[in-house]
């Protein structure tokens, strides 16, 4: 049976095509084989000319008409014609598609690949190791908020505000041409078998992301006001908009690896990280994004404390690289002994720590919080502040402390941050 079907041009269009389909079917067999449609007729629409091309079926010897599969059919009786004629009246939508794509392919209208391979790349740029910066002395790296880093409210949690900065601490050493044998250790701090361990650490922020927000964060070093120490800095922006999120500053210490005995800082390992640390006129340039010194944090006791928790023990799961407890595993056992009042009408924008031993596996701590001013003054609508501490539950020993700030839930724009130059 032959169909023939036209398919009207639009109004600006100056003619019209006619493609014709031969739909064969064998006697007796439930099987439609439709052939391919033949047209030479030059369609001009809009200034364009196209030429469908198509190839008409062939024959065999005895009459038979091969398919698209290589296989032969007969042609059909006037009574199997008449059998199937109500399908004729059907839109041949098969033929009605070839036609549009063989109208398409003719335009040798192509994708923009370059642009594609442009935004690919802007891509992988921003997700990868990060760069350096203002004149070398910054490092930046664009972290995305993944589904299983946001917490019940859809934002991302401290911790992962915190794994973010550790990274790109590391990358920056990295970045920099730094990198030693070790992790995030120079190679004169790989000879002597040292590595950084975090002294203090301040976190302020602003607004937490959210899932599918991506992140830049800037960070730079200094020199600190611990003669041993390190100062390190980061700057959170919302990589979009620009929007500064957070800020966090922390001092880092060198620990001999094998001995576990803090160490000074050898002059071989300054020489190294001089060329990239911020000083002088520059430092200057940095110094309203550097935190005030001198806020005491209090020590607890059980009988001080309004919340205290037992029976917190270390796992092999909390280990880092440096084979102990990764200082963001003590952050979440302070707050998870916050008040659950406060952890429901309020969120974390202040933080201040200082960690003063390490832990290992197997190791039973204690958390105490203590809310300043006694729990009795928790309001759902005001600033609250809490002391904290985790020590070490067989014999007292002071783990580390901290005091965090909480304001009330949906309450933005806290912290008085200051702003760098993307550039």
């Not at 002395?137 to 911790?159: C, D, K, L, M, W």
């Not at 005030?292 to 880092?320: I, N, W």
């Amino acid at each position: 049976m032959a169909a023939t079907s036209t398919i009207a041009a639009p109004a600006n269009c100056s003619q019209t095509t006619t493609a014709t389909s031969v739909t064969k079917i064998s006697g007796g067999s439930d099987s439609v084989t439709s052939l391919v449609m033949k047209s030479n007729t030059k369609l001009c629409c809009r200034g364009l000319r196209v030429k469908v091309k198509a190839q008409a079926p062939e024959k065999n010897i005895n009459g038979s008409i091969l398919n698209n599969y290589g296989t032969t059919t007969t042609e059909t009786t006037k009574e199997e014609e008449e059998e199937t004629y109500i399908n004729s009246d059907l839109p041949e939508w098969n033929m009605l598609l070839k036609a549009i794509m063989g109208l398409f392919l003719a335009t040798d209208i192509q994708w923009p690949l370059s642009k594609l391979r442009s935004q690919h790349d802007m891509l992988v740029n921003s997700f990868s190791q990060g760069k350096l910066v203002q004149g070398g002395y910054v490092f930046r790296q664009n972290f995305s908020i993944r589904s299983y880093e946001i917490g019940p409210h859809r934002t991302a949690t401290i911790g992962t505000l915190i794994n973010h900065l550790q990274e790109t601490v590391a990358n920056h050493v990295r970045g920099a041409g730094l990198l030693g044998d070790g992790f995030a250790s120079t190679p004169e701090m790989t000879r002597r078998n040292l590595i950084w361990v975090v002294a203090k650490m301040q976190v302020i922020v602003d607004q937490y992301p959210s899932w599918g927000d991506v992140v830049q964060i800037d960070t730079w070093f200094t020199s600190a006001s611990e003669k041993n120490g390190l100062a390190n800095h980061w700057l959170l922006r919302d990589a979009n908009t620009g929007q500064i999120l957070a800020k966090a500053t922390s001092v880092w210490i060198l620990m001999n690896k094998k001995t576990r005995k803090l160490s000074k800082i050898p002059e071989e390992v300054r020489g190294e990280l001089e060329p990239f640390q911020v000083m002088g006129e520059l430092g200057s340039y940095f110094a309203n994004h550097r935190f005030p010194e001198g806020r005491k944090l209090s020590k607890l006791h059980d009988d001080t404390a309004d919340f205290v928790q037992a029976g917190l023990t270390t796992r092999l799961s909390d280990l880092d690289v440096h084979q102990h407890v990764n200082f963001s595993r003590y952050i979440g056992w302070i707050l998870e002994n916050a008040p659950p009042s406060i952890l429901e009408s309020h969120e974390l924008y202040d933080m201040d720590l200082a960690f003063r031993r390490e832990c290992g596996v197997g190791n039973v701590l204690k958390s105490l919080t203590a809310v300043v001013g006694g729990s009795s003054s928790i309001e759902a609508g005001s600033i609250i502040e809490c002391d904290h501490m985790l020590q070490l539950e067989n014999n007292g020993h002071e783990v580390m402390r901290g005091r965090t700030k909480w304001r009330p839930k949906g309450f933005n724009n806290i912290a008085n941050i200051g702003q760098i130059s993307a550039e």
